[in-house]
């Protein structure tokens, strides 16, 4: 995570690429550490409980194969998408701008419903801090409602009205 921090921080100073560099080979340095500290005696820590060292599996074979499957895996994974399809999973900040997809700036009904979302999930948080009494149930049944609802139903259904209002204006432009 502050890896990840550090990487939205980076415009405001040279110390914080640094950290943001350097923190994963940080942390692929701790993870030897551990392998090596707790996993080249302990054994696999006597997951199954039993008594003698007979029935124990140590660690450097067969965990140690284990885990090496699951790592080139998921290298095989990785590379399929790097050499067959490299823009699949980046490409996206450079067409930002030629998006037909626009902020809430442009959208006036979804700022209408962030607002109200905004507005439950506050009552939510408050509902959270009382007392499980009669008027607080039943607010906070409705609340929730409201609150999946606004993902599943309210945030589609005003998406497809506000494109069908920006096709139907971009359409009668060009006519």
């Known amino acids: 995570?502050?890896?990840a921090f550090l990487g939205y921080v980076l415009p405001y100073g040279q110390i914080f690429f640094a950290l943001h560099?350097?923190?994963p080979f940080v942390l692929a340095a701790l993870v030897i550490?551990?392998?090596?500290?707790?996993?080249?005696?302990?054994?696999?820590?006597?997951?199954?409980g039993v008594s003698g060292n007979y029935d124990r599996l140590p660690?450097?074979?067969?965990?140690?194969?284990?885990d090496?499957?699951?790592?080139?895996?998921?290298?095989?994974?990785?590379?399929?998408?790097v050499f067959f399809a490299p823009n699949v999973l980046g490409d996206?900040?450079?067409?930002?701008?030629?998006?037909?997809?626009?902020?809430?700036?442009?959208?006036?009904?979804?700022?209408?419903?962030f607002y109200i979302f905004l507005a439950n999930f506050?009552?939510?948080?408050q509902l959270g801090a009382k007392h499980v009494e009669s008027p607080f149930i039943e607010l906070g049944q409705v609340?929730?409602?409201?609150?999946?609802?606004?993902?599943?139903i309210i945030v589609p259904l005003v998406s497809l009205l506000e494109n069908s209002l920006i096709d139907l204006h971009t359409s009668h432009k060009n006519a």
């Open 21 to 23: 560099f350097v923190l």
């Open 92 to 113: 996206i900040m450079p067409f930002t701008d030629l998006s037909r997809s626009r902020g809430l700036q442009f959208r006036p009904l979804s700022k209408i419903a």
């Open 68 to 81: 090496l499957i699951t790592i080139f895996l998921f290298i095989i994974g990785l590379s399929v998408f």
């Open 59 to 66: 660690f450097a074979p067969y965990f140690i194969f284990k």
């Open 143 to 152: 609340s929730t409602v409201l609150y999946f609802s606004h993902f599943l």
């Open 1 to 3: 995570m502050a890896t």
């Open 33 to 48: 550490m551990h392998l090596i500290a707790l996993h080249a005696s302990a054994g696999s820590g006597n997951p199954l």
């Open 122 to 125: 506050l009552i939510l948080m």
